[in-house]
T-cell receptor, first 114, second 118 residues
Framework: GQQLNQSPQSMFIQEGEDVSMNCTSS?????WLWYKQDPGEGPVLLIA?????ELTSNGRLTAQFGITRKDSFLNISASIPSDVGIYFC??????????????FGQGTILTVHP | DGGITQSPKYLFRKEGQNVTLSCEQN?????MYWYRQDPGQGLRLIYY???????QKGDIAEGYSVSREKKESFPLTVTSAQKNPTAFYLC?????????????????FGNGTRLTVT
């Protein structure tokens, strides 16, 4: 099955720094999602993007749905220690029989030093 | 509170034994999914079910089996045929098919079961 190409694989940053990660795909999606996973927990949805070119914010998080529908990025501003975790992008095509079947990136492991 | 419950949190089995992972949801969602997570590989879809008494293979179904006899329950059996069963298993659910993409609530995940087979 297809997987998305997510980068970077890991990041080590100082508290207060901004973070940027992105995802690319060889095929288009009509929905892009960003999830965060804390150790030993299930992923939690951070931001959902439904329209090409859409820029959406959730607090210190900002995500964009690429114009080509083949990519997305997530920015975290002014990072804090609780931002630590694994961030996953996911794409899917809602509608028809494919709803809910997500294709995930490999994840970006974020470490924030106080 | 509505949510997805996976049990147990940790599971240990000997090689050659079948093991069943539990997943229950009280969100009244039609669709349920099982994903497998390995380090550095993201999440991969094992099986999914969009309605009771029906399920479909995902990308890595070999060595696994599921049933969907009730809307709220979607147990996963890891059989002895699965060559590398040690992994973190995540169950998820979502509402039924949407008319528009933004009407669909993305997946809600449980907190996972870590299976170790030795």
């Amino acid at each position: 099955g297809q997987q998305l190409n997510q980068s970077p694989q890991s990041m080590f940053i100082q508290e207060g720094e901004d973070v940027s990660m992105n995802c690319t795909s060889s095929s288009i999606f009509n929905t892009w999602l960003w999830y965060k996973q804390d150790p030993g927990e299930g992923p939690v949805l951070l931001i959902a993007l439904y329209k090409a070119g859409e820029l959406t914010s959730n607090g210190r998080l900002t995500a964009q749905f690429g114009i080509t529908r083949k990519d997305s990025f997530l920015n975290i501003s002014a990072s804090i220690p609780s931002d630590v975790g694994i961030y996953f992008c996911a794409g899917y095509n809602a509608g028809g029989t494919s709803y809910g079947k997500l294709t995930f990136g490999q994840g970006t492991i974020l470490t924030v030093h106080p | 509170d509505g949510g997805i419950t996976q049990s147990p949190k940790y599971l240990f089995r000997k090689e050659g034994q079948n093991v069943t992972l539990s997943c229950e949801q009280n969100l009244n969602h039609d669709a349920m999914y099982w994903y497998r997570q390995d380090p550095g590989q993201g999440l991969r879809l094992i099986y999914y079910s969009q309605i009771v008494n029906d399920f479909q293979k995902g990308d890595i179904a070999e060595g696994y089996s599921v049933s969907r006899e009730k809307k709220e329950s979607f147990p996963l059996t890891v059989t002895s045929a699965q060559k590398n069963p040690t992994a973190f298993y995540l169950c998820a659910s979502s509402p039924g098919p949407p008319d528009l993409p933004q009407d669909n609530s993305p997946l809600h995940f449980g907190n996972g079961t870590r299976l170790t087979v030795t």
